[in-house]
């Protein structure tokens, strides 16, 4: 395999990687406004209202699994940039080579283990 075409490979796992957290922003982020919506019908005081507290807990819930979806989105368009620019693959701490392995486990990885630890 020439390193050209694992190089596509690597985008083509990208690409699909983005596009489900793309997927999953959207879906939270309407689940969020569901949520929203749903405590705008009900008391707001989550102190006194078990419901209103229920609903607070759960639009944080929400709120966390979006913000890691969100930053997780970053991470690969991050990993995108440097398969463009050619940097793909080297820890962006030491500049050491990302074993394959790592790589084909964590796509959008940009550091080595050493760095990640
Ligand atoms: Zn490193």
Known sequence: MTSY???????SKLHALRAAAVRRATSLGSTFDGIVEASND???DDEHDPEGHTIAWERQQVAALLDETRVRLAA???A????LDGTYGRCTDCGAEISAQRLDA???TPTCVACAG
Do not use: N, Q
């Open 5 to 11: 075409a694992r190089s596509d490979d690597r985008r």
């Open 42 to 44: 009900v008391a707001t």
């Open 76 to 78: 690969i368009e991050g």
């Open 80 to 83: 995108e940039r440097r398969l």
């Open 106 to 108: 964590l796509p959008a």
